[in-house]
């Protein structure tokens, strides 16, 4: 399994913006996730068999021309940063 970070901006204003993130969030929590949505509202890591093209492929189908996503995979030990205690643990548990 891999560990990619997902990171997003959405071009929409208004109740258009929460409508198009809470498709998004509902769609990467098909993936095996965590999403941490009060401190990193734009930002969710998953752990998946799929490639970053096929989880792109997959977010793409929820997102238009105007929007803007990110995926990176993760190494173990190339990775440092500062979140919640119980999202490092997923994400060690993970790599």
């Known amino acids: 399994m891999a560990v990619?970070?997902?990171?997003?901006n959405l071009n929409k204003e208004g109740a258009a913006y929460n409508a198009a993130r809470d498709q998004l969030?509902?769609?990467l929590a098909n993936y095996d996730n965590v999403y941490d949505g009060q401190?990193?509202?734009?930002?969710c890591f998953?752990?998946?068999?799929k490639?970053?093209?096929d989880v792109y492929a997959d977010l793409g189908q929820v997102?238009?021309?105007?929007?803007?996503?990110?995926?990176?995979?993760?190494?173990?030990?190339?990775?440092?940063?500062w979140l919640s205690g119980?999202?490092?643990d997923w994400i060690n548990a993970r790599l």
Do not use: E, K, P
């Open 4 to 8: 990619f970070l997902v990171t997003w």
């Open 25 to 27: 969030v509902a769609r």
């Open 39 to 43: 401190r990193l509202d734009t930002v």
């Open 46 to 49: 998953i752990s998946t068999m």
């Open 51 to 53: 490639t970053a093209a």
């Open 63 to 81: 997102l238009d021309q105007n929007d803007r996503v990110v995926i990176t995979q993760m190494r173990a030990g190339s990775t440092v940063g």
């Open 86 to 88: 119980y999202m490092t």
